[in-house]
């Protein structure tokens, strides 16, 4: 490991990561018991003696039990709703302990401990968590923990929420055009524009990053971005005291519907169909329970189906919003998940292709994990000097060894899944952004050139 790596000390790592989405503390209710696939009347879980009766010795997991951390925001709701719709039991899971985290901190920290220590085996990942924490870069005392990244939970459902006094002032997709006067003016001023996300150094860092740097400003030097917990965010855009934040539904929509400000721009207008999310578990509980990690993806790959019929979203946002879970009214997530978004400042989005899809989007596969993906994120994080230039020839050993895309393939074969569904490329191909800059995965260094803001001389 190289020289800087061995100085990414754990107390930096504090304090600049901080905590992420917490419970929203509206009324909510408990949704629907669990009922088949494509819906229609409703089912009770099968016990686990009835499971190991359906399930034959090669498909009978080595455990039935696993704790999963999540965060409550959209990306999760292929583990909640495989756990009460009776996804993850149908393949033998039948204890499936889901684990509320209060903030992205506390799922590294329960990760680091393992469900043996008191923590979670694995669960919902902002990228490239997986990899820092492998390579030991965000733990504590930069022990290495190797992780397994399984499966992309979903694409799309992120935002950038913006206060109400900037209402009227061209914050949109594309700051350049008029928007970037705000923050000129605040730079001048020098009360710059501050901005949070839930995790410093992962895709809610990230996008608000790419979405001020397409327009002509500079995070690191033009605005000031800090990491925040969600539900303060609330509090401190009410009290005029931060100007926006980067996180997933429900928080940006819930901005709007309290009238506290408005979206600037969604994530799938910036990146159409971009990776969001992972799941991942820890490696040694894996290569201990090959089966019941393939029990685990079967149970995930129905309920990410299940949630792409959009006859089925409803019910969805009914159990994601019950007190266990969300604990907010079924309302807030509505909308989004028809692809309709009102914006907050007169603006309007209701096109499908721009909601929230766990199973497949236009480019194809949403559940599985391209490499590609992940390369895009290592690339960004040199870009942005959170790690170094030579660790982009580094990539492929760290992606090899964390991304089990393989598995991802044996279970979705044992599940049955249509050939068309499963890719036959690691590489999703070139990805194009908003502005015109395109990532070619077999050039990451051109990627890099073309970009005019970036900390990393190429």
């Excluded at 990244?149 to 002032?169: D, E, F, M, R």
């Excluded at 401190?236 to 931060?242: D, E, I, L, P, V």
């Excluded at 969001?276 to 089966?291: C, G, H």
Aim: hydrophobic residues 40%; contains cysteine.
């Amino acid at each position: 490991m190289s020289e800087f790596f061995n100085h990414v000390s754990r107390r930096k790592f504090l304090l600049v990561t901080g905590a992420s989405a917490g419970t929203v503390l509206l009324k909510g209710c408990l949704g629907n018991p669990p009922e088949n696939l494509t819906g229609g009347s409703a089912q009770s879980q099968p016990s686990a003696q009835q499971v190991s009766a359906n399930l034959n010795a090669e498909e009978k997991p080595e455990t039935s039990k696993v704790k999963l951390g999540y965060v409550p925001i959209v990306e999760a709701a292929p583990f909640i709703i495989a756990k009460e719709k009776g996804f993850f039991a149908k393949y033998g899971m039948t204890s499936v302990d889901l684990s509320k985290q209060s903030s992205w901190g506390s799922m590294r920290d329960n990760t680091e401990l393992g469900s043996a220590g008191g923590g979670v085996d694995g669960g919902q990942y902002q990228m490239p968590m997986p990899h820092l924490i492998t390579e030991g870069l965000i733990t504590k005392g930069n022990q290495k923990i190797p992780m397994y990244l399984l499966a992309q939970l979903i694409t799309h459902g992120n935002g950038i929420a913006i206060a109400s006094k900037h209402v009227g002032q061209g914050i949109e997709l594309d700051l350049a055009k008029s928007g970037k006067t705000l923050f000129e003016k605040n730079k001048a001023s020098k009360t710059p524009f501050t901005a949070a996300y839930t995790f410093a150094r992962v895709n809610q860092d990230f996008w608000i990053r790419y979405w001020l740097a397409a327009g002509g400003i500079n995070p690191d030097t033009d605005v000031k971005l800090i990491a925040v917990p969600s539900a303060q965010t609330v509090a401190n855009m009410k009290t005029g005291t931060m100007d926006g934040f980067s996180t997933g539904d429900p928080w940006p929509y819930r901005i709007v519907k309290e009238k506290i400000g408005f979206l600037a721009m969604l994530t799938a207008q910036m990146w159409k169909n971009h990776p969001e999310e992972y799941f991942a578990m820890r490696s040694e509980w894996v290569n201990k329970n090959p089966k019941a990690t393939k029990a685990l993806l079967k149970g995930i790959m129905a309920a990410q189906q299940w949630l792409d019929n959009f006859d089925n979203r409803k019910e969805a946002a009914q159990i994601l919003s019950g007190r266990n879970y969300f604990n907010l009214s079924a309302d807030i997530l509505m909308a989004p998940f028809q692809g309709k978004y009102d914006m907050g400042d007169g603006r309007s989005i209701d096109d499908k292709s721009m909601a929230a899809y766990y199973w497949k989007d236009e480019r194809g596969s949403v559940s599985y994990p391209y490499k590609s993906h992940d390369l895009w994120f290592i690339t960004e994080s040199v870009r942005w000097g959170f790690l170094p230039k030579e660790y982009l020839t580094k990539a492929k050993e760290i992606i090899d060894k964390v991304n089990r895309e393989d598995i991802w393939r044996e279970a979705a074969k044992e599940a049955g899944i249509a050939a068309s569904d499963i890719p036959t490329s690691t590489s999703r191909g070139v990805e194009t952004f908003f502005d015109g800059i395109k990532f070619d995965p077999e050039k990451p260094e051109e990627y890099l050139k073309n970009l005019k803001i970036k900390k990393v001389n190429v």
